[in-house]
């Protein structure tokens, strides 16, 4: 019986401290740089991120501007209702400062301080820099106000409590980049920087370990589609990936949704792609050549239920 009290209050107090340990983080107001807000860096952002995709409540037309939420996202863990985070006072993010947004995209902390689900990349976005992240604040603030509430998530025990979360953001939250890139070379930098922070491509494009977090050592090598059956592919110039793609191959496909092969971007990529299309040639360019520089991978465990 003694011995068991012991167990019990040596095993609440290591939950206690693994509490401590990954409890959320946040940035005060003086960790963000004196700056005037650029809106079109933001609507740069804004595209390069995908918010709408996730976030707009009608897919069509100037209705993508309209971030009332409601998408509703199957995964293992259970039905994700994606939010409103269009600027609506009351059902949005109207009320919400600078830094509130800021900590919600750099450390995955809600303004009343639970973390946030990984199914909102930002593992990703926490490599943006701040500027940016206040410019497409800025941005953010000028689209439409949609009067929408979606409701809560419906996950499963023990994914409906947010203080686990902590532990996976402990394991794979980390804002460094990825990838060493020349610092000199700016393509490769601003690739870099597109790819691996707001574009998220790793996210879709990496397998992930047990623990849901990027195997980085397959970093672009593909992974299976969340979405059911197939792969999404490889990335890397593999064989099995971009090998026989040119920069200006990748550049097209980004701007267009053909590939090589006169083929139309399908899946998830489609939106991915709408995006890509809305900025600049030079992005595009940057975005191709991170992808042509870094190393060939293939992904290395293929089970044959794998291979599609
Ligand atoms: C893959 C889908 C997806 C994409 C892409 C995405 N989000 Fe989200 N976002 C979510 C989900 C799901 C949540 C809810 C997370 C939770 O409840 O823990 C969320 C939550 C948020 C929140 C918190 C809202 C609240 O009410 O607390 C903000 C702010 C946000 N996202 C901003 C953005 C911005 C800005 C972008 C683009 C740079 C973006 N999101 C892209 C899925 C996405
Ligand atoms: C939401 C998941 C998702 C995200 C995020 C994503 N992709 Fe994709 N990507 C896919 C899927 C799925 C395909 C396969 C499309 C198809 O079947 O036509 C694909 C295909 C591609 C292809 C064509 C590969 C081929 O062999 O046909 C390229 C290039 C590509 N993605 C680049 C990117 C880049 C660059 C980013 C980041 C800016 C990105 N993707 C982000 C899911 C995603």
């Known amino acids: 019986m003694k011995r068991l009290v012991t167990v019990l209050v040596l095993l609440a107090m290591a939950i206690a401290m693994v509490l401590f340990l990954t409890r959320p983080e946040r940035l005060s107001l003086a960790d963000l740089p004196d700056y005037v807000a650029d809106t079109t860096n933001g609507e740069r952002l804004f595209n390069a991120g995908g918010c709408a995709s996730c976030h707009a409540s009608e897919t069509e037309g100037p209705g993508k ?6 998408l ?3 995964t ?5 209702r994606v939010p409103n985070i269009s600027p609506h006072e009351s059902t949005g993010v109207g009320k919400w400062t600078m830094l509130q947004f800021v900590n919600a995209m750099h450390l995955g902390t809600a303004p009343g301080g639970q973390h946030y689900y990984p199914a909102f990349p930002y593992a990703s976005y926490s490599r943006m820099r701040l500027e940016d992240l206040m410019d497409l604040k800025s941005y953010m603030d000028g689209l439409p106000a949609v009067d929408n509430s979606p409701g809560d998530h419906e996950l499963k025990f023990p994914w409906n409590m947010r203080l686990g979360i902590g532990v996976w953001k402990f394991l794979n939250l980390d804002p460094s980049f990825i990838k060493m890139v020349d610092e000199q070379n700016a393509l490769l930098e601003r690739g870099r920087y597109l790819v691996e922070g707001p574009g998220h491509c790793g996210e879709c494009h ?9 195997q980085m050592d397959q970093w672009l090598a593909g992974a ?3 979405e059911g059956k197939g792969r999404v592919p490889n990335i890397t110039s593999h064989d099995n990936g971009l090998a026989d793609w040119s920069t200006s191959d990748i550049e097209y496909y980004l701007a267009s949704g053909f590939t090589p092969d006169f083929d139309v971007v399908g899946g998830s990529m489609v939106k991915v792609q709408e995006n890509m299309a809305l900025l600049s040639d030079e992005d595009r360019s940057a975005i191709a050549a991170y992808l042509k520089y870094i190393p060939a991978l293939s992904k290395v465990r293929q089970s044959v239920s794998d291979i599609d």
């Open 76 to 80: 293992p863990f259970g039905l994700f």
């Open 206 to 214: 990496t397998p992930r370990d047990w623990t849901g977090g990027l």
């Open 224 to 226: 299976p589609n969340p």
């Open 65 to 70: 501007l309209h971030l009332g939420g409601g």
């Open 72 to 74: 509703e996202m199957e």
